[in-house]
């Protein structure tokens, strides 16, 4: 990719993540992270997420772009929040989701990719890779703490608080484990200086 | 990387590929695949697989490598098959999970990779990307149908038939979808060759 392009689609990015900072849109545990990549030549962030619990109603499965959220949380959460949720449900089914963190990465070369790559998955987002190619290169840094399941239809939940309970569980564990990457990250994201 | 180091990549797996069709470990669904992409120069395919619906008992979320398999199918289900395999549950979470089907793609240079994900993607494998690089450049071809959740613990499932029934029917769902993601992209393979 030629220098021009990249300052160009660079200079794009560094604008919208402006914008989102300022809008609050941003959750703080990343931040820094973002920080650190985008002040280093060669690199810069675009869609960056620090993980989280979701309830989702779509249409069908595969059809998630038709999606309504019904909750969103970067945090633990309460049984009852999740429950709270479901009453907006309405048609279609309804997903529970927990996704790990996630952070794409514009990178100027090939070359470039690798030490980022190291970092990342030596410090937990084993999941890590190169995403798209043609003209951009992105790497997705992100790692296997996931939850993705089905919980009802067309507004009616088919779990038992003992079995949403355990969902609970299993996502609180997950978003642990995910902010304990993020600042594994964080603390590591120094070596790519060198 | 080394032309003879790629040769000698390309026939170790061919020697493992081997082995494994002769003794029926490789789902019938993607064998065309892998002979058409092993017949490419500057390709060659290392662990792949067809989807799946499995039931995994682990230790605990995270701690996959020490799951034990309760139940595995490349094909859709019956209600009775799963509930038959939670018998065998004893201690540890229970999980229920959807693969899509996965293909890793030994490939010899940067510029080979564009023209194999780019028919990946554009046949129903969005989720595909370069996933290690290093020494060896490796292709993932993946897609986005997944279930991935917890049924509950130290042998007992703690979900009612009619949620399980659910689960069947959205993992039955995304089986068929991969199956023709599978035949397309066998279909439209031959493109690599131009």
Not at 25 to 30: E, L, N, Q, S, T
Not at 33 to 48: A, D, E, M, R
Not at 65 to 86: P, S, V, Y
Request: hydrophobic share 40%; net charge positive; aromatic share 6%.
């Amino acid at each position: 990719m030629s220098d021009d392009k990249f300052a160009r689609d660079k200079n794009k990015a560094m604008a919208s993540l402006t914008q989102a900072l300022d809008s609050g849109d941003v959750d703080g545990k990343i931040i820094p992270i973002l920080k650190i990549i985008n002040s280093l030549p060669g690199y810069y962030t675009t869609s960056s997420c620090a993980g989280r619990i979701m309830v989702l109603e779509i249409p069908s499965a595969g059809e998630k772009k038709e999606a309504r959220t019904l909750g969103k949380w970067h945090h633990k959460i309460h049984l009852q929040k999740l429950k709270d949720c479901f009453h907006q449900a309405r048609r279609g089914e309804i997903w529970f989701l927990v996704q790990s963190p996630i952070f794409h990465v514009g990178v100027e070369s090939m070359e470039k990719t690798s030490p980022l790559l190291r970092i990342a998955i030596v410090n937990g987002f084993k999941n890590s890779g190169i995403k798209t190619q043609g003209k951009k290169i992105i790497i997705e840094i992100t790692s296997t703490e996931r939850v993705n399941t089905p919980l009802g239809m067309d507004g009616k939940v088919m779990c038992s608080d003992e079995y949403l309970k355990l969902l609970v569980q299993v996502a609180n564990h997950a978003i642990e484990r995910s902010d304990k990457k993020i600042d594994r990250l964080n603390t590591n994201l120094f070596q790519l200086h060198i």
